[in-house]
Protein backbone atom coordinates (compact mmCIF):
# COMPACT_ATOMS: atom_id res chain seq x y z
CA UNK A 1 0.00 0.00 0.00
CA UNK A 2 2.68 2.46 0.70
CA UNK A 3 4.64 1.45 -2.59
CA UNK A 4 1.63 2.61 -4.46
CA UNK A 5 1.50 5.78 -2.47
CA UNK A 6 5.48 6.48 -3.18
CA UNK A 7 4.93 5.18 -6.82
CA UNK A 8 2.06 7.50 -7.39
CA UNK A 9 3.32 10.24 -5.97
CA UNK A 10 6.34 10.03 -7.99
CA UNK A 11 4.02 9.77 -11.24
CA UNK A 12 1.92 12.77 -9.87
CA UNK A 13 5.54 14.85 -9.52
CA UNK A 14 6.72 14.15 -12.91
CA UNK A 15 5.19 16.99 -14.93
CA UNK A 16 6.43 19.23 -12.44
CA UNK A 17 9.97 17.62 -12.33
CA UNK A 18 9.98 17.25 -15.87
CA UNK A 19 9.19 20.99 -16.27
CA UNK A 20 12.03 22.04 -13.52
CA UNK A 21 14.88 20.23 -15.18
CA UNK A 22 13.75 21.57 -18.79
CA UNK A 23 13.54 25.24 -17.50
CA UNK A 24 15.47 25.64 -14.25
CA UNK A 25 18.45 22.55 -14.22
CA UNK A 26 19.23 22.73 -18.10
CA UNK A 27 19.89 26.12 -18.07
CA UNK A 28 22.36 26.19 -15.33
CA UNK A 29 24.61 23.37 -17.18
CA UNK A 30 24.57 25.02 -20.05
CA UNK A 31 25.89 28.28 -18.02
CA UNK A 32 28.37 25.96 -16.58
CA UNK A 33 29.41 24.51 -20.27
CA UNK A 34 29.71 27.95 -21.53
CA UNK A 35 31.89 29.04 -18.40
CA UNK A 36 34.48 26.39 -19.24
CA UNK A 37 35.01 27.28 -22.71
CA UNK A 38 38.02 28.50 -24.08
CA UNK A 39 37.43 32.78 -24.43
CA UNK A 40 36.81 34.34 -27.85
CA UNK A 41 35.81 31.12 -29.75
CA UNK A 42 32.61 28.96 -29.88
CA UNK A 43 33.27 25.55 -30.41
CA UNK A 44 31.23 22.73 -28.57
CA UNK A 45 34.25 20.20 -28.79
CA UNK A 46 37.05 21.68 -26.70
CA UNK A 47 38.45 20.64 -23.71
CA UNK A 48 37.81 22.34 -19.84
CA UNK A 49 39.56 25.41 -20.06
CA UNK A 50 39.45 27.74 -17.13
CA UNK A 51 41.34 30.84 -18.55
CA UNK A 52 37.19 32.75 -17.61
CA UNK A 53 38.06 31.90 -14.23
CA UNK A 54 41.63 33.51 -14.29
CA UNK A 55 40.56 36.58 -16.52
CA UNK A 56 37.72 37.35 -13.11
CA UNK A 57 40.93 37.58 -10.47
CA UNK A 58 43.14 38.76 -12.88
CA UNK A 59 41.27 42.07 -14.18
CA UNK A 60 39.47 42.93 -10.75
CA UNK A 61 35.92 41.27 -11.38
CA UNK A 62 36.29 39.47 -8.07
CA UNK A 63 35.60 42.87 -6.56
CA UNK A 64 32.14 43.54 -8.02
CA UNK A 65 31.18 40.36 -6.99
CA UNK A 66 32.22 41.20 -3.54
CA UNK A 67 30.50 44.82 -3.93
CA UNK A 68 27.13 42.71 -5.06
CA UNK A 69 27.51 40.31 -1.57
CA UNK A 70 28.42 43.25 0.68
CA UNK A 71 24.88 45.44 -0.91
CA UNK A 72 22.90 42.23 -0.38
CA UNK A 73 24.24 41.86 2.94
CA UNK A 74 23.48 45.40 4.06
CA UNK A 75 20.13 45.29 2.27
CA UNK A 76 19.37 42.05 3.89
CA UNK A 77 20.12 43.04 7.87
CA UNK A 78 18.52 46.45 7.24
CA UNK A 79 15.18 44.94 5.69
CA UNK A 80 15.44 42.83 8.86
CA UNK A 81 15.78 45.16 11.54
CA UNK A 82 13.17 47.59 10.02
CA UNK A 83 10.82 44.74 9.18
CA UNK A 84 11.13 43.00 12.42
CA UNK A 85 8.84 45.85 14.40
CA UNK A 86 5.79 45.47 11.58
CA UNK A 87 6.11 41.90 11.28
CA UNK A 88 5.81 41.48 15.26
CA UNK A 89 2.45 43.56 14.64
CA UNK A 90 1.21 41.82 11.80
CA UNK A 91 1.39 38.41 13.86
CA UNK A 92 0.77 39.37 17.59
CA UNK A 93 -0.81 43.35 17.63
CA UNK A 94 -2.56 44.43 14.69
CA UNK A 95 -5.62 41.90 14.02
CA UNK A 96 -7.84 42.67 11.25
CA UNK A 97 -5.72 45.64 10.76
CA UNK A 98 -2.61 43.42 9.08
CA UNK A 99 -5.34 42.43 5.74
CA UNK A 100 -4.78 46.08 5.31
CA UNK A 101 -1.13 46.39 5.50
CA UNK A 102 -0.69 43.12 3.54
CA UNK A 103 -2.85 44.77 0.76
CA UNK A 104 -1.15 47.41 1.08
CA UNK A 105 2.37 45.53 0.69
CA UNK A 106 0.77 43.55 -1.95
CA UNK A 107 -0.88 46.51 -4.12
CA UNK A 108 2.65 47.84 -4.87
CA UNK A 109 3.89 44.82 -6.49
CA UNK A 110 1.37 45.20 -8.71
CA UNK A 111 3.27 48.36 -10.22
CA UNK A 112 6.44 47.12 -12.30
CA UNK A 113 9.79 47.11 -10.50
CA UNK A 114 11.38 49.48 -13.32
CA UNK A 115 8.60 51.71 -13.05
CA UNK A 116 8.76 52.12 -9.56
CA UNK A 117 12.33 52.63 -9.41
CA UNK A 118 12.17 55.35 -12.21
CA UNK A 119 9.47 57.25 -9.60
CA UNK A 120 12.05 57.05 -7.28
CA UNK A 121 14.94 58.38 -9.70
CA UNK A 122 12.25 61.55 -10.83
CA UNK A 123 11.82 62.12 -6.81
CA UNK A 124 15.48 61.83 -5.47
CA UNK A 125 17.26 64.09 -8.94
CA UNK A 126 18.28 67.45 -8.64
CA UNK A 127 15.68 68.76 -9.31
CA UNK A 128 13.17 66.31 -9.07
CA UNK A 129 10.18 65.81 -6.72
CA UNK A 130 11.05 66.13 -3.67
CA UNK A 131 14.74 68.27 -3.93
CA UNK A 132 12.72 70.44 -6.74
CA UNK A 133 9.70 71.42 -4.68
CA UNK A 134 11.78 72.47 -1.81
CA UNK A 135 13.90 74.78 -3.56
CA UNK A 136 10.95 76.42 -4.80
CA UNK A 137 9.30 77.07 -1.68
CA UNK A 138 12.21 77.77 0.63
CA UNK A 139 15.00 78.24 -1.78
CA UNK A 140 17.23 75.48 0.04
CA UNK A 141 18.84 72.74 -1.97
CA UNK A 142 20.61 69.27 -1.20
CA UNK A 143 22.51 67.46 -3.45
CA UNK A 144 20.67 64.66 -5.03
CA UNK A 145 21.77 61.34 -3.38
CA UNK A 146 21.11 59.50 -6.97
CA UNK A 147 24.16 57.39 -8.21
CA UNK A 148 25.87 56.30 -5.34
CA UNK A 149 25.59 53.42 -3.31
CA UNK A 150 23.80 54.31 -0.40
CA UNK A 151 20.93 54.47 -3.14
CA UNK A 152 21.05 50.63 -3.92
CA UNK A 153 20.78 49.83 -0.58
CA UNK A 154 17.96 51.79 -0.55
CA UNK A 155 16.33 50.55 -3.56
CA UNK A 156 16.89 47.08 -2.81
CA UNK A 157 15.46 47.67 0.50
CA UNK A 158 12.09 48.84 -0.98
CA UNK A 159 11.67 46.66 -4.25
CA UNK A 160 12.15 43.24 -1.30
CA UNK A 161 10.54 44.57 0.99
CA UNK A 162 7.26 42.06 0.96
CA UNK A 163 10.25 39.32 0.55
CA UNK A 164 11.72 39.74 4.14
CA UNK A 165 8.32 41.36 5.86
CA UNK A 166 5.91 38.56 5.30
CA UNK A 167 8.39 35.32 5.97
CA UNK A 168 9.05 37.26 9.06
CA UNK A 169 5.37 37.59 10.19
CA UNK A 170 4.91 33.91 9.51
CA UNK A 171 7.86 33.39 11.36
CA UNK A 172 7.22 35.16 14.38
CA UNK A 173 3.34 34.13 14.47
CA UNK A 174 5.30 30.91 14.99
CA UNK A 175 5.92 32.20 18.58
CA UNK A 176 3.86 31.15 21.14
CA UNK A 177 2.51 33.83 23.60
CA UNK A 178 2.99 31.56 26.33
CA UNK A 179 6.87 31.47 25.82
CA UNK A 180 7.26 34.91 25.96
CA UNK A 181 5.16 35.26 28.67
CA UNK A 182 6.72 32.44 30.47
CA UNK A 183 10.49 33.74 29.82
CA UNK A 184 9.04 37.43 31.54
CA UNK A 185 7.60 35.68 34.38
CA UNK A 186 11.18 33.82 34.59
CA UNK A 187 12.98 37.22 35.40
CA UNK A 188 13.47 38.18 31.57
CA UNK A 189 13.64 41.73 30.40
CA UNK A 190 12.02 42.45 27.08
CA UNK A 191 15.48 42.38 25.42
CA UNK A 192 16.18 38.87 26.82
CA UNK A 193 13.42 37.62 25.36
CA UNK A 194 13.69 39.36 21.91
CA UNK A 195 17.20 37.41 21.58
CA UNK A 196 16.48 34.29 23.61
CA UNK A 197 12.83 33.42 23.01
CA UNK A 198 11.56 35.27 19.82
CA UNK A 199 14.05 35.89 17.34
CA UNK A 200 15.37 31.69 17.90
CA UNK A 201 11.19 30.51 17.67
CA UNK A 202 10.82 32.69 14.52
CA UNK A 203 14.08 31.59 13.20
CA UNK A 204 12.29 29.28 10.01
CA UNK A 205 10.25 32.85 9.23
CA UNK A 206 13.97 34.97 9.62
CA UNK A 207 15.82 32.25 7.33
CA UNK A 208 13.43 32.32 4.97
CA UNK A 209 12.84 35.85 4.23
CA UNK A 210 16.89 36.59 4.82
CA UNK A 211 17.69 34.31 2.04
CA UNK A 212 15.43 35.70 -0.31
CA UNK A 213 16.44 39.09 0.43
CA UNK A 214 19.86 37.88 0.24
CA UNK A 215 20.09 35.77 -3.23
CA UNK A 216 17.59 38.24 -4.72
CA UNK A 217 19.44 41.57 -3.75
CA UNK A 218 22.68 39.80 -5.17
CA UNK A 219 21.80 39.14 -7.99
CA UNK A 220 19.61 42.43 -8.69
CA UNK A 221 20.07 44.72 -11.71
CA UNK A 222 17.57 47.21 -12.20
CA UNK A 223 18.13 48.98 -9.11
CA UNK A 224 22.29 49.65 -9.74
CA UNK A 225 21.65 50.56 -12.91
CA UNK A 226 18.55 52.94 -12.33
CA UNK A 227 19.39 54.41 -8.69
CA UNK A 228 23.15 53.56 -9.00
CA UNK A 229 23.44 54.73 -12.89
CA UNK A 230 26.66 52.78 -13.35
CA UNK A 231 28.23 54.58 -10.64
CA UNK A 232 28.52 51.25 -8.84
CA UNK A 233 29.66 48.64 -10.52
CA UNK A 234 28.18 45.48 -9.39
CA UNK A 235 28.73 41.32 -10.64
CA UNK A 236 24.82 41.55 -12.49
CA UNK A 237 26.53 44.32 -14.54
CA UNK A 238 29.66 42.91 -15.23
CA UNK A 239 27.75 39.82 -16.31
CA UNK A 240 25.23 41.94 -18.70
CA UNK A 241 28.52 43.60 -20.26
CA UNK A 242 29.81 40.30 -20.80
CA UNK A 243 27.43 38.94 -22.74
CA UNK A 244 26.43 41.87 -24.92
CA UNK A 245 29.23 44.82 -25.24
CA UNK A 246 31.71 42.35 -24.50
CA UNK A 247 30.48 39.21 -26.71
CA UNK A 248 32.33 36.92 -23.96
CA UNK A 249 29.81 34.79 -23.08
CA UNK A 250 32.30 32.28 -21.32
CA UNK A 251 33.51 35.17 -18.95
CA UNK A 252 29.67 36.22 -18.39
CA UNK A 253 29.17 32.57 -17.32
CA UNK A 254 32.08 32.31 -15.11
CA UNK A 255 30.97 35.06 -13.28
CA UNK A 256 27.50 34.00 -13.37
CA UNK A 257 28.44 30.55 -11.90
CA UNK A 258 30.39 31.99 -9.58
CA UNK A 259 27.54 33.84 -8.28
CA UNK A 260 25.19 31.09 -8.22
CA UNK A 261 27.83 28.30 -6.27
CA UNK A 262 28.82 31.16 -3.94
CA UNK A 263 25.06 32.79 -3.02
CA UNK A 264 24.15 28.52 -3.14
CA UNK A 265 26.48 27.62 -0.65
CA UNK A 266 25.59 30.75 1.87
CA UNK A 267 22.07 29.57 1.35
CA UNK A 268 22.48 25.81 1.92
CA UNK A 269 23.68 26.52 5.66
CA UNK A 270 20.79 27.94 6.54
CA UNK A 271 18.61 25.39 4.91
CA UNK A 272 20.01 22.56 6.24
CA UNK A 273 19.11 23.89 9.40
CA UNK A 274 15.64 25.17 9.42
CA UNK A 275 12.22 23.55 9.36
CA UNK A 276 10.13 24.03 6.44
CA UNK A 277 7.57 21.68 7.63
CA UNK A 278 7.60 24.19 10.60
CA UNK A 279 6.53 27.56 8.24
CA UNK A 280 4.45 25.83 6.26
CA UNK A 281 2.27 24.97 9.87
CA UNK A 282 2.57 21.50 9.37
CA UNK A 283 3.47 19.36 12.41
CA UNK A 284 6.74 18.35 13.20
CA UNK B 1 -1.83 38.43 68.17
CA UNK B 2 -1.96 40.43 64.55
CA UNK B 3 0.18 37.87 62.18
CA UNK B 4 1.30 39.91 58.81
CA UNK B 5 -0.43 37.11 55.78
CA UNK B 6 1.70 35.88 53.83
CA UNK B 7 0.12 36.71 50.37
CA UNK B 8 -2.81 39.64 50.88
CA UNK B 9 -4.72 40.02 47.63
CA UNK B 10 -6.99 42.96 49.29
CA UNK B 11 -10.69 43.98 47.31
CA UNK B 12 -8.94 43.10 43.52
CA UNK B 13 -10.83 44.43 41.14
CA UNK B 14 -10.64 43.35 37.43
CA UNK B 15 -12.45 44.71 34.40
CA UNK B 16 -11.55 44.28 31.14
CA UNK B 17 -13.64 47.20 29.39
CA UNK B 18 -17.11 46.83 30.21
CA UNK B 19 -16.69 43.01 31.82
CA UNK B 20 -15.71 42.76 35.26
CA UNK B 21 -14.12 39.72 35.38
CA UNK B 22 -13.34 39.72 38.99
CA UNK B 23 -15.33 41.95 41.53
CA UNK B 24 -13.65 42.95 44.73
CA UNK B 25 -12.10 39.84 45.59
CA UNK B 26 -10.46 39.18 49.16
CA UNK B 27 -8.11 36.49 49.94
CA UNK B 28 -5.16 36.08 52.47
CA UNK B 29 -2.86 32.89 51.49
CA UNK B 30 -0.52 31.42 54.39
CA UNK B 31 3.35 30.97 53.65
CA UNK B 32 3.84 27.01 52.57
CA UNK B 33 0.16 26.62 51.72
CA UNK B 34 -1.53 24.37 48.77
CA UNK B 35 -4.52 26.37 47.72
CA UNK B 36 -6.62 25.50 44.93
CA UNK B 37 -8.93 28.07 43.55
CA UNK B 38 -11.47 25.99 41.65
CA UNK B 39 -14.27 27.15 39.14
CA UNK B 40 -15.79 26.66 36.14
CA UNK B 41 -14.54 28.45 32.83
CA UNK B 42 -15.64 32.12 32.71
CA UNK B 43 -15.53 32.01 36.88
CA UNK B 44 -12.34 34.40 36.72
CA UNK B 45 -9.81 31.96 38.37
CA UNK B 46 -7.61 32.38 35.41
CA UNK B 47 -7.85 35.86 36.14
CA UNK B 48 -6.77 35.92 39.23
CA UNK B 49 -3.57 34.40 39.18
CA UNK B 50 -2.42 36.26 35.95
CA UNK B 51 -3.26 38.97 38.36
CA UNK B 52 -0.95 37.33 40.93
CA UNK B 53 1.94 36.92 38.80
CA UNK B 54 1.76 40.18 36.84
CA UNK B 55 0.99 39.32 33.17
CA UNK B 56 -2.30 41.32 33.31
CA UNK B 57 -2.38 44.78 36.03
CA UNK B 58 -5.21 45.12 38.35
CA UNK B 59 -8.00 47.56 38.05
CA UNK B 60 -8.49 47.69 41.43
CA UNK B 61 -7.73 46.68 44.95
CA UNK B 62 -3.82 45.59 45.76
CA UNK B 63 -2.12 42.51 46.05
CA UNK B 64 0.82 42.75 48.90
CA UNK B 65 3.47 39.53 49.52
CA UNK B 66 4.67 40.08 53.06
CA UNK B 67 3.34 43.69 53.56
CA UNK B 68 4.59 45.12 50.32
CA UNK B 69 2.78 45.88 47.42
CA UNK B 70 3.74 43.15 44.58
CA UNK B 71 1.05 44.55 42.02
CA UNK B 72 2.94 47.45 41.05
CA UNK B 73 5.99 45.07 39.99
CA UNK B 74 6.42 44.16 36.52
CA UNK B 75 6.22 40.73 35.98
CA UNK B 76 9.61 40.03 35.13
CA UNK B 77 10.38 41.25 38.68
CA UNK B 78 8.05 39.74 41.14
CA UNK B 79 9.33 36.28 43.16
CA UNK B 80 6.62 34.73 41.22
CA UNK B 81 6.23 31.71 38.91
CA UNK B 82 4.01 30.46 37.00
CA UNK B 83 3.76 26.78 35.20
CA UNK B 84 1.30 27.36 32.64
CA UNK B 85 -1.58 25.06 31.04
CA UNK B 86 0.35 24.99 27.97
CA UNK B 87 3.28 24.74 30.22
CA UNK B 88 5.58 27.02 27.88
CA UNK B 89 8.71 25.18 27.48
CA UNK B 90 11.18 26.59 25.30
CA UNK B 91 11.26 23.81 22.41
CA UNK B 92 14.23 25.25 21.14
CA UNK B 93 16.26 24.75 24.13
CA UNK B 94 17.34 21.43 26.12
CA UNK B 95 15.99 20.47 29.28
CA UNK B 96 18.80 21.65 30.99
CA UNK B 97 18.64 24.72 29.30
CA UNK B 98 15.02 24.96 29.92
CA UNK B 99 15.82 24.76 33.68
CA UNK B 100 18.68 26.74 33.81
CA UNK B 101 17.25 29.59 32.01
CA UNK B 102 16.35 31.42 35.48
CA UNK B 103 19.25 31.14 36.68
CA UNK B 104 21.11 32.23 33.84
CA UNK B 105 18.80 35.56 33.91
CA UNK B 106 20.39 35.27 37.84
CA UNK B 107 23.72 35.27 36.68
CA UNK B 108 24.49 32.24 38.44
CA UNK B 109 28.00 30.50 36.96
CA UNK B 110 27.73 28.33 34.04
CA UNK B 111 29.04 25.07 36.56
CA UNK B 112 26.69 26.16 39.46
CA UNK B 113 23.56 26.60 37.09
CA UNK B 114 24.25 23.06 36.00
CA UNK B 115 25.01 21.51 39.46
CA UNK B 116 21.31 23.01 39.90
CA UNK B 117 19.53 21.83 36.97
CA UNK B 118 20.72 18.14 37.86
CA UNK B 119 19.79 18.54 41.55
CA UNK B 120 16.19 19.46 40.29
CA UNK B 121 16.08 16.69 37.35
CA UNK B 122 16.39 14.52 40.88
CA UNK B 123 13.64 16.07 42.90
CA UNK B 124 11.48 15.45 40.06
CA UNK B 125 12.39 11.93 39.61
CA UNK B 126 13.67 12.27 36.35
CA UNK B 127 17.01 10.61 34.75
CA UNK B 128 20.01 13.07 34.93
CA UNK B 129 20.70 12.18 31.20
CA UNK B 130 17.48 14.19 29.94
CA UNK B 131 19.78 17.25 30.60
CA UNK B 132 20.69 17.07 27.42
CA UNK B 133 17.59 15.90 25.88
CA UNK B 134 15.00 18.14 23.62
CA UNK B 135 12.12 19.01 24.88
CA UNK B 136 9.82 17.11 21.72
CA UNK B 137 11.92 14.12 23.01
CA UNK B 138 9.72 13.87 26.07
CA UNK B 139 6.56 12.76 27.16
CA UNK B 140 3.72 14.51 28.25
CA UNK B 141 4.35 13.88 31.99
CA UNK B 142 8.18 14.55 31.85
CA UNK B 143 7.63 18.20 30.18
CA UNK B 144 4.89 18.26 33.07
CA UNK B 145 7.99 17.51 35.51
CA UNK B 146 10.64 19.75 33.65
CA UNK B 147 7.94 22.85 33.49
CA UNK B 148 7.96 21.96 37.41
CA UNK B 149 11.92 22.20 37.73
CA UNK B 150 12.15 25.23 36.16
CA UNK B 151 9.57 27.13 38.07
CA UNK B 152 11.66 25.72 41.26
CA UNK B 153 15.02 26.32 39.56
CA UNK B 154 13.50 30.13 39.55
CA UNK B 155 13.06 29.77 43.04
CA UNK B 156 9.90 31.81 43.38
CA UNK B 157 7.95 32.86 46.69
CA UNK B 158 4.74 31.51 44.89
CA UNK B 159 4.43 29.00 42.07
CA UNK B 160 1.20 29.20 40.54
CA UNK B 161 -0.46 26.48 37.98
CA UNK B 162 -2.81 27.24 35.34
CA UNK B 163 -4.12 23.71 35.43
CA UNK B 164 -1.53 22.09 33.99
CA UNK B 165 -2.30 18.45 34.72
CA UNK B 166 -5.52 19.06 32.25
CA UNK B 167 -4.20 17.79 28.71
CA UNK B 168 -2.87 14.59 30.75
CA UNK B 169 -4.59 11.07 30.85
CA UNK B 170 -6.73 9.96 34.12
CA UNK B 171 -3.96 7.83 35.24
CA UNK B 172 -1.05 10.23 34.68
CA UNK B 173 -3.08 12.74 35.88
CA UNK B 174 -3.83 10.84 39.35
CA UNK B 175 -0.08 10.31 39.53
CA UNK B 176 1.18 13.66 39.37
CA UNK B 177 -1.53 15.00 41.62
CA UNK B 178 -0.31 13.06 44.26
CA UNK B 179 3.61 13.92 43.11
CA UNK B 180 2.46 17.38 43.01
CA UNK B 181 1.87 17.12 46.71
CA UNK B 182 4.45 15.54 47.68
CA UNK B 183 6.75 18.13 46.14
CA UNK B 184 4.72 20.46 48.08
CA UNK B 185 5.78 19.05 51.09
CA UNK B 186 9.41 18.77 50.36
CA UNK B 187 10.22 22.17 48.67
CA UNK B 188 7.65 23.77 51.44
CA UNK B 189 7.11 26.69 48.80
CA UNK B 190 3.22 28.29 48.76
CA UNK B 191 1.74 26.45 46.18
CA UNK B 192 -1.52 28.35 43.95
CA UNK B 193 -3.37 26.24 41.96
CA UNK B 194 -5.85 26.77 39.88
CA UNK B 195 -8.55 23.88 38.16
CA UNK B 196 -11.97 23.32 36.74
CA UNK B 197 -11.96 19.56 39.05
CA UNK B 198 -13.10 19.60 42.44
CA UNK B 199 -11.75 16.19 43.09
CA UNK B 200 -8.47 17.02 41.37
CA UNK B 201 -8.54 20.31 44.48
CA UNK B 202 -9.41 17.74 47.11
CA UNK B 203 -6.44 15.20 46.42
CA UNK B 204 -3.79 18.35 46.73
CA UNK B 205 -5.11 21.14 48.76
CA UNK B 206 -4.54 22.26 52.06
CA UNK B 207 -7.40 25.20 51.36
CA UNK B 208 -9.63 25.43 48.51
CA UNK B 209 -11.35 28.37 47.43
CA UNK B 210 -14.21 28.12 44.67
CA UNK B 211 -15.10 30.73 42.41
CA UNK B 212 -17.87 31.95 40.39
CA UNK B 213 -18.81 34.93 38.20
CA UNK B 214 -15.79 36.60 39.48
CA UNK B 215 -16.35 36.44 43.41
CA UNK B 216 -15.37 33.69 46.22
CA UNK B 217 -18.53 31.30 47.19
CA UNK B 218 -16.74 29.40 49.39
CA UNK B 219 -13.28 29.15 50.62
CA UNK B 220 -12.32 26.51 53.23
CA UNK B 221 -10.38 23.23 53.93
CA UNK B 222 -11.47 20.12 50.94
CA UNK B 223 -13.29 18.43 54.42
CA UNK B 224 -15.58 21.45 55.22
CA UNK B 225 -16.22 22.11 51.41
CA UNK B 226 -17.03 18.72 51.19
CA UNK B 227 -19.43 18.12 54.27
CA UNK B 228 -20.78 21.83 54.34
CA UNK B 229 -20.79 23.44 51.11
CA UNK B 230 -22.29 26.70 51.48
CA UNK B 231 -24.44 26.92 48.10
CA UNK B 232 -26.12 24.44 45.70
CA UNK B 233 -23.40 25.96 43.55
CA UNK B 234 -20.36 24.65 45.79
CA UNK B 235 -22.43 21.58 46.57
CA UNK B 236 -23.17 20.90 42.37
CA UNK B 237 -19.28 20.50 42.20
CA UNK B 238 -18.84 17.71 44.23
CA UNK B 239 -20.65 15.67 41.75
CA UNK B 240 -23.94 13.81 42.32
CA UNK B 241 -25.22 14.72 45.64
CA UNK B 242 -28.81 14.63 46.41
CA UNK B 243 -30.61 17.90 46.82
CA UNK B 244 -33.88 18.36 48.39
CA UNK B 245 -35.95 21.13 48.06
CA UNK B 246 -37.36 22.26 51.25
CA UNK B 247 -39.47 25.12 53.23
CA UNK B 248 -40.45 25.43 56.93
CA UNK B 249 -43.70 26.53 57.38
CA UNK B 250 -44.84 29.40 60.05
CA UNK B 251 -45.41 26.23 62.55
CA UNK B 252 -42.17 24.64 62.43
CA UNK B 253 -43.11 21.44 59.46
CA UNK B 254 -40.95 21.23 56.73
CA UNK B 255 -42.76 21.14 53.55
CA UNK B 256 -40.68 19.20 51.12
CA UNK B 257 -40.94 19.64 47.27
CA UNK B 258 -41.66 16.96 45.13
CA UNK B 259 -39.38 14.43 46.67
CA UNK B 260 -41.78 12.48 49.03
CA UNK B 261 -39.96 12.24 52.00
CA UNK B 262 -41.02 11.67 55.02
CA UNK B 263 -38.58 12.96 58.37
CA UNK B 264 -38.99 11.78 62.00
CA UNK B 265 -40.03 14.28 64.57
CA UNK B 266 -37.26 16.18 65.74
CA UNK B 267 -34.85 14.98 62.78
CA UNK B 268 -35.37 18.54 61.53
CA UNK B 269 -34.43 21.77 63.39
CA UNK B 270 -34.80 24.38 61.13
CA UNK B 271 -36.53 28.10 61.85
CA UNK B 272 -39.65 28.58 60.95
CA UNK B 273 -39.55 30.75 57.26
CA UNK B 274 -36.41 28.29 56.65
CA UNK B 275 -36.07 28.06 52.73
CA UNK B 276 -33.48 26.04 50.78
CA UNK B 277 -32.19 22.59 50.19
CA UNK B 278 -31.27 19.63 52.11
CA UNK B 279 -27.78 18.09 50.91
CA UNK B 280 -27.47 14.04 51.22
CA UNK B 281 -24.30 12.72 49.70
CA UNK B 282 -25.32 9.46 47.87
CA UNK B 283 -22.92 7.22 50.14
CA UNK B 284 -24.79 8.16 53.25
CA UNK B 285 -28.09 6.97 51.59
CA UNK B 286 -29.34 3.53 52.95
CA UNK B 287 -31.73 0.69 51.06
CA UNK B 288 -33.85 -0.13 54.04
CA UNK B 289 -35.14 -3.66 54.33
CA UNK B 290 -38.87 -4.23 55.86
CA UNK B 291 -39.23 -2.87 59.27
CA UNK B 292 -36.01 -0.94 59.18
CA UNK B 293 -36.59 2.89 59.74
CA UNK B 294 -34.17 5.62 59.53
CA UNK B 295 -34.71 9.83 60.59
CA UNK B 296 -35.71 10.47 56.76
CA UNK B 297 -37.17 7.50 54.54
CA UNK B 298 -38.72 8.00 51.28
CA UNK B 299 -39.91 5.24 48.83
CA UNK B 300 -39.14 4.85 45.29
CA UNK B 301 -38.42 2.44 42.70
CA UNK B 302 -35.26 1.27 41.57
CA UNK B 303 -34.34 2.93 38.08
CA UNK B 304 -30.98 2.17 36.98
CA UNK B 305 -27.51 0.51 38.18
CA UNK B 306 -24.11 1.59 37.43
CA UNK B 307 -21.03 -0.09 38.41
CA UNK B 308 -18.11 2.45 39.46
CA UNK B 309 -15.19 -0.20 40.38
CA UNK B 310 -15.31 -0.31 44.37
CA UNK B 311 -18.90 1.15 44.51
CA UNK B 312 -22.14 0.88 42.64
CA UNK B 313 -24.28 3.56 41.89
CA UNK B 314 -28.23 3.32 41.60
CA UNK B 315 -30.93 5.52 40.37
CA UNK B 316 -33.74 5.60 42.49
CA UNK B 317 -36.99 7.10 40.52
CA UNK B 318 -39.18 8.14 43.83
CA UNK B 319 -42.90 8.93 44.29
CA UNK B 320 -42.47 12.63 43.79
CA UNK B 321 -40.71 12.28 40.86
CA UNK B 322 -37.25 13.19 41.70
CA UNK B 323 -34.46 11.02 41.20
CA UNK B 324 -32.18 10.09 44.06
CA UNK B 325 -28.12 8.99 43.76
CA UNK B 326 -27.01 6.16 46.21
CA UNK B 327 -23.97 4.94 46.53
CA UNK B 328 -22.78 1.76 48.19
CA UNK B 329 -19.49 -0.43 48.78
CA UNK B 330 -19.19 -3.22 46.43
CA UNK B 331 -19.53 -5.29 49.57
CA UNK B 332 -22.52 -3.59 50.78
CA UNK B 333 -24.68 -3.47 47.19
CA UNK B 334 -28.16 -3.76 47.21
CA UNK B 335 -30.01 -6.42 44.52
CA UNK B 336 -33.18 -5.23 43.24
CA UNK B 337 -34.07 -5.76 39.73
CA UNK B 338 -35.02 -2.26 37.46
CA UNK B 339 -38.92 -1.35 38.89
CA UNK B 340 -38.90 -3.22 41.83
CA UNK B 341 -39.56 -0.86 44.55
CA UNK B 342 -36.94 0.15 47.23
CA UNK B 343 -37.00 2.21 50.53
CA UNK B 344 -34.36 4.94 51.48
CA UNK B 345 -33.49 6.12 54.68
CA UNK B 346 -30.85 8.08 56.24
CA UNK B 347 -30.07 9.68 59.63
CA UNK B 348 -29.92 13.54 60.49
CA UNK B 349 -26.34 13.34 60.66
CA UNK B 350 -26.40 12.68 56.69
CA UNK B 351 -28.07 15.99 56.19
CA UNK B 352 -26.61 19.68 55.42
CA UNK B 353 -29.15 22.14 55.10
CA UNK B 354 -28.41 24.85 52.33
CA UNK B 355 -29.97 28.10 52.97
CA UNK B 356 -31.32 29.84 49.85
CA UNK B 357 -33.11 29.16 46.81
CA UNK B 358 -31.42 30.77 43.73
CA UNK B 359 -27.89 28.67 42.56
CA UNK B 360 -24.86 30.90 44.60
CA UNK B 361 -25.07 31.77 48.24
CA UNK B 362 -23.98 34.81 49.97
CA UNK B 363 -20.44 36.01 49.81
CA UNK B 364 -17.55 34.35 50.25
CA UNK B 365 -16.46 34.17 53.79
CA UNK B 366 -12.93 34.89 53.65
Redesign the interface.
Known amino acids: MERLEHRLGFLTGLPIIVLLLISFIMPLFVVAGFAIMPQRVFELAHLPDFSSFAVIWEQGYYKSLLRSLGLAFLTTAILFVVCWPLAYGMAKVFGRFTLVITLAVVLILFVSENIRLFGWTLSLMKGGLIEGHLRAWTGLSFESPLYDWPVIVFGMAYVYFPFMLFPLAQGISLV?D??R?????????PA?ILF??EM??A?PGIMVGSLLTFVLSAGAVAEAKLLGGRSVVVLTDDVESAFTFGQNWPLGSALSLMLIVIVAVLAMVPISRINLDAIMGRK? | MLVQPFVRIDNVTKRFGRFTALDRISLDIAEGEFLTIVGPSGSGKSTLIRLL???DDVTEGTISLNGSRIDTVP????P???V?????????MSVGKNIE??LK??KVTPADRRARALELLRLLRLPEDYYGKMI?QLSGGERQRVALA?ALA?DPEIIVFDEPLSALDYRLRKTLEKELKDLHGRTGKTFVYITHSLEEAMVMSDRIAIMRRGRFEQIASAEEIYSRPVSRFVASFMGEVNLFDLAVDGAGQPVWQGAGVTAAPGALTLAPGWQGALMVRPELVRFLAPGQSADFTVQGQMAAEYALGSRIQYSVQTEGGMVITVERPFEARHHGAPGAPVALGWDRDAVHPIAGTGEGGGDGKA
Do not use: Y
Open positions: PDALAASDLGASREIPLAR | VGIANKRTCMFQSLALFPHFPLKGRF
